[in-house]
């Protein structure tokens, strides 16, 4: 069976669906299970070859993933602006209590709405997350509900969860 291109498939290839097996086919012939990141610095070292197993309603496919770069976003090995929605830079970001917001004084969340001057939107909520703690030191709580508001095209409101003392620092 020739494998597909998975680069062909572009941004629809599911790349992190639960139901995507990776196999890893070493140099030596050897046959592995599992993606991750130790197997992309492998592939991009040209140590080993990555393909997936793409289950399809009557039958599967096998794909060559041939586009690392791609593969490397979509797990978030690499960052990725298009999917996130999130610049790498330091984000210029307006905060308050959110007067709507359901936290309990007891809580150690509070409930903020935020805001971004500088253009990024939140499309994925764990690297902002990342980003504002290596930023500002915020705890952002990465279950529960998080949502945002807005008109399209103007600038998007999103209200958040932080760990109180994250906040004031
Ligand atoms: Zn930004």
Same mark, same amino acid.
């Given at each position: 069976m020739e494998p597909r291109s998975a680069a062909a498939a572009g941004?629809?290839?599911?790349?992190?669906?639960?139901?995507t097996c990776y196999v890893e086919v070493h140099e030596d012939g050897t046959v592995t299970h599992g993606g991750g990141h130790a197997a992309y610095e492998r592939a991009v070292a040209g140590k080993s070859r990555l393909f997936a197993v793409w289950p399809g309603e009557w039958s599967s496919h096998l794909f060559v993933i041939d586009d690392l770069d791609e593969y490397a976003k979509a797990h978030g090995i690499k960052h990725d602006e298009e999917r996130t +929605?999130?610049?790498?830079h330091v984000h210029d970001v307006q905060w308050e209590?959110?007067?709507? +917001?359901?936290?309990?004084?007891?809580?150690?969340y509070l409930s903020v709405s935020v805001t971004l001057d500088c253009g990024c939107e939140i499309h994925d909520l764990r690297t902002f997350a990342a980003q504002m703690k290596a930023q500002q030191g915020w705890d952002v709580a990465t279950s529960g509900g998080w949502g945002s508001s807005g008109a399209p095209g103007g600038k998007r409101e999103y209200s958040l969860r932080v760990r109180r003392r994250s906040l004031t620092g």
């Open positions: 941004k629809d290839f599911p790349y992190t669906a639960r139901t +929605g999130l610049k790498e209590p959110n007067p709507y +917001g359901e936290s309990s004084p007891r809580s150690p």
